[in-house]
């Protein structure tokens, strides 16, 4: 089980065993018991709407934008086809909590989705899968021919006169395609590269019509704000910070993986609850949502709470929820070096600011890593950075200029270092004792 | 040049999208294309295309875009090792090192036997399981300590 923990668990609760993926453990755990609702009592889509705008549910797949405000966006006037799209196409380093969703509760997503169609007046769904998991999409599937079979999507469900289809997608190796326009372009049959905005989904989305991408956890939290009520998430968060959220933590803790909790829960909490640092070593630094989010240094993550507010005020960004935590043994040159090489691998080389910027980022950051740093590399570093952000189709090039920023800017000193002295200030036999992969065993 | 196992599965994925939208099959059909012959030749995609009515051009465009197409042979097993910075904390550049040493070759390389290709991976959406790889673009295979990459090692030489 990789839900290692939880206060007020809303979307992990009840998911003991290995059978809690399954319809009639779902059922049985009172799902679909919404949909079934909704439908029966023909509940306006406005009413739905007002809900979700109510319990201020924040887009989960890193922008945390308002669901509920979305949702509005969609014509309703508009006849012919609507698409309602999922996010699960999860993989920016440090994110790993939609996989563990479908692979525990994948019909919450199902009924979400369908709950969500019926909202935004959608009558076809996909669910982006990343490539990587394909277990999981291969789960998926099964999730969704039970719930074919139990009339639960489909034609005329459950006797009424609202049909939704609803199908899985899945990737082949493209960080780019979880930019929700990417994986529209992807979904039909192209390269993943991102398209212009405005216009947006709502207005030109998949096939050129109106379309609403969300992220898997906002989908999967549908049916648990139907039943609970919109005050009654948000007050499990706190005010402009709805709900619980999933937090994936990886890096240098005793207990990685997936926790859930209460928008506003203590940083300092889930540290606890993660069994603190791996062999009693130092904090020293985290970054707080998922590799595109600024770096934070110990001190000041350990003041946060763990919502939108509090992780901006602390100058970074709550994002997908991934914190990675990394101890006193982490070259921080090293990281950097690590992440740029992955937004220089995964640009989808359409704009030239971000094809040719983040390879000169990698570059630098490589040739200071490897003591062949010049004087000046920082300031040029920032100047790409800055060049970069901002001068993009897709977000992915601030994602890249993000972290060379916050990198420099807290650890300046480990970066000068490195360009004075040819080397690390952490000295490299103390380098990467945390990882334990020599010692798990022993 | 697909066995008819295989053009059903294509099939079963063309119905999943508008009938005048049968290209966003293409991502799936290439997958299932590579699981066939064990990687992609141009044949195949553009036997691909021209099953879903495209032009080559538009599926080599996908197949060249996405790292799981293998447009060159690989060995039976593929293992790709993820080595960003979540995995590289908690032992994904030592497994990934562990590998090389055990199969006496490096990335992008394949063992003489043809039974090994290692490759490097970006993040796969499954940190906290780290180290991860994945075998053949299909299994995912998480908490990979020395004795978990020797025991999968073993399983493949059987
Ligand atoms: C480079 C890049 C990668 C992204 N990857 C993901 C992802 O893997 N999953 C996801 O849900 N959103 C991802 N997003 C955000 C999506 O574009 C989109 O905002 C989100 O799916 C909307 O869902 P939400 O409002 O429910 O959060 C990514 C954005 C960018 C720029
Ligand atoms: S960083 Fe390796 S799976 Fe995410």
Known sequence: MSIMGAINPVLTAGLDGDKSWRLQDYMARGGYAMLKKVLAEQIPAETIVAAIKASVLRGRGGAGFPTGLKWSFMPHSLSGDKYIVCNTDEGEPGTFKDRDLIHYNPHAVIEGMAIGAYAIGANRGYNYIHGEIWELYKRFEEALDEARNAGFIGQSILGSDFSFELFAHHGYGAYICGEETALLESIEGKKGQPRFKPPFPASFGLYGRPTTVNNTETLASIPFIMQMGGEAFLNLGKPNNGGTKLFSVSGHVNRPGNYELPMGTPFATLMEMCGGMRGGRKLKAVIPGGSSSPVVPAETIMKCTLDYD???KAGSMLGSGAVI????????????????????????????????????????????????????????????SENIAGRTVCALGDAAAMPVESFVRHFRDEFMYHIEHKTCLVPKEAQWAGSDFYCAEA | MFTPETLQKFDREIAKYPAEHQCSAVMACLALAQEEIGWLPPEAIEAVAHYLAMPPIAAYEVATFYSMYDLKP????????????????????????????????GFNETTPDGK?????????????????????NRRMCGHMTPTAIDALLEECQS
């Open chain 1, 310 to 312: 509090s992780i901006s």
């Open chain 2, 116 to 136: 090994f290709t290692l490759v490097e991976g970006e993040c796969m959406g499954s940190c906290g399981y780290a180290p991860v790889m994945l075998v053949n």
């Open chain 1, 325 to 384: 935590v990394m101890d006193e043994t982490v070259c921080m040159v090293k990281a950097l070096e690590q992440l740029s090489r992955f937004y220089h691998e995964e640009s989808c080389g359409q704009c030239t600011p971000c094809r040719e910027g983040t390879g000169w980022l990698y570059d630098i950051v490589h040739r200071i890593e490897a003591g062949e740093g010049r004087a000046g590399d920082l300031e040029i570093l920032l100047r790409i």
């Open chain 2, 74 to 105: 690989v060995g039976k097993y593929k293992l790709t090792v993820c080595t960003n910075l979540p995995c590289a904390l908690s032992g994904g550049v030592h497994a990934a090192t562990y590998l090389k040493e055990k199969l006496g070759i």
